[in-house]
């Protein structure tokens, strides 16, 4: 199992930019992915990278904005979101599954927390 903590969430105004880490507890060969929960709404995909990094997916409400990337040298995960919009605005959080990437929720083992992002208009 792997535990996962993400850091890297606040406030931000429309436009700004925010950039999300996930830490990994240990190094194993696993894919990645981010997803979010906006307030009163259901957890959501938003993108994933696979172990070596060579294949990324995103949601399309994301695509051009956000960047998934990951340093395994140091077990983490990063979402840089750019031009972000008040509809950005929940909970972010990473997963971690084995090898393949996935845009599905329940393909996901291990979860972190969540982080916060809030995007003012």
């Known amino acids: 199992q792997v535990q996962l903590v993400e850091s890297g969430g606040g406030l931000v105004q429309a436009g700004g930019s925010l950039r999300l880490s996930c830490a990994a507890s240990?190094?194993?060969?696993?894919?990645a992915g981010w997803f979010r929960q906006p307030p009163g709404k259901e957890r959501e995909f938003v993108a994933t990278i696979s172990w070596t990094g060579g294949s990324t997916y995103y949601a399309d409400s994301v695509k051009g904005r956000f960047t998934i990337s990951r340093d395994n040298a140091k077990n983490t995960v990063y979402l840089q979101m750019n031009s972000l919009k008040p509809e950005d605005t929940a909970v972010y959080y990473c997963?971690?599954?084995?090898?393949?990437?996935?845009?599905?929720?329940?393909?996901?083992?291990?979860w972190g927390q969540g982080t916060q992002v809030t995007v003012s208009s």
């Open positions: 997963a971690a599954r084995p090898l393949r990437t996935s845009t599905l929720q329940s393909d996901y083992n291990d």
């Open positions: 240990q190094r194993t060969f696993y894919a």
